[in-house]
């Protein structure tokens, strides 16, 4: 591992490098006997959690990373599937230490911070999964999501290479501190960017499929899942389902809990900062 100083609200940066000799990127901030780290959405970088970093950062040490591809990340040549990208995450947690750990993923981060806590329950505290990619939501299996994915996995590379990806940014990001909105900007509308977007969405759908088949067993894991309760623009239908598979997934878990972050939709970590810090907090405290 490497790192350079300096002030950045995220902390310090470091590398990793894999066993195939892959560099990943993650900034460190804190100090204390847990570590939690952050797994960000399909295709997007560690610039997505400004608002809940430094609020942990007081209590515990927080890392959040760069998946291949992403941010300053080495591409990964093979194919982005839930086991690989789980691997990366075990190597992240490996050179990190011991742990003990809680992991904490968004969106698409949810399905992997489940994979790779699966492998070694042990050196965990428990996972925190904020209104995560969910198999037992079956809007993902339709054929309006099917052809969704497919357009997006060339449209968005295209749009990239002519600098019109980064219209299709959300705003929410520019309510983070200075620092990071500068890094977003700079890192997460590349055409490298683009491409990881496309490379994970690639398998999604599958590797969902094959969640439902094999779900991760978390034996008595704790869980939280978060989900966004407030249906946004086009959204009437679709929120209520995605929020019924979490409780859906929560029932079928040992030692599970389902929190509702009442103001948010999808991006939670913006618009509920609060409700995350505050299950992250919680979970610290149980150890004391």
């Not at 965990?124 to 999501?145: K, N, T, W």
């Not at 094959?210 to 869980?223: A, C, H, M, R, S």
Request: aromatic letters at 6%.
């Amino acid at each position: 591992m490497s790192h350079d100083g300096g002030l950045h609200t995220l902390g310090s940066s470091a590398y990793i490098q894999t066993r195939d000799g892959r560099k990943l990127h993650y900034m460190s901030k804190g100090t204390g006997e847990v570590t939690v780290v952050f797994e960000s959405g399909m295709g997007v970088s560690r610039s997505t959690w400004g608002l809940v970093v430094p609020a942990i950062a007081e209590h515990a040490r927080t890392v959040v990373y760069d998946r291949a591809g992403a941010g300053r990340s080495d591409v990964d040549s093979s194919p982005r599937t839930l086991t690989r990208i789980a691997e990366d995450l075990n190597e992240l947690l490996v050179a990190l230490g011991k742990g003990p750990f809680i992991l904490v993923g968004h969106s698409w981060g949810g399905p992997i911070v489940r994979a790779a806590a699966a492998t070694n329950l042990s050196r965990l505290r428990g996972i925190i999964l904020i209104d995560p990619s969910d198999e037992h939501c079956e809007l993902y299996f339709s054929r309006m999501a099917k052809v969704g994915f497919a357009v997006n996995g060339a449209f968005i590379p295209a749009l990239a290479r002519v600098g019109l990806y980064r219209f299709l940014g959300i705003k929410d990001f520019l309510s983070q501190p200075a620092d990071i909105v500068a890094d977003h900007r700079r890192e997460d509308f590349t055409v490298q960017a683009a491409q990881t977007m496309a490379a994970e969405g690639k398998n999604f759908l599958r590797e969902l499929k094959l969640l439902q088949e094999q779900p991760p067993k978390l034996g008595d894991l704790e869980v939280s899942i978060i989900s966004g309760t407030l249906a946004g623009k086009g959204e009437r239908k679709i929120r209520p389902v995605v929020v019924e598979a979490h409780r859906q997934t929560v029932s079928q878990l040992s030692n599970a809990r389902w929190v509702e972050a009442a103001h948010s939709g999808h991006m939670v970590m913006f618009t509920d900062p609060e409700v995350i810090t505050g299950e992250i907090l919680r979970m610290l405290s149980n150890m004391e």
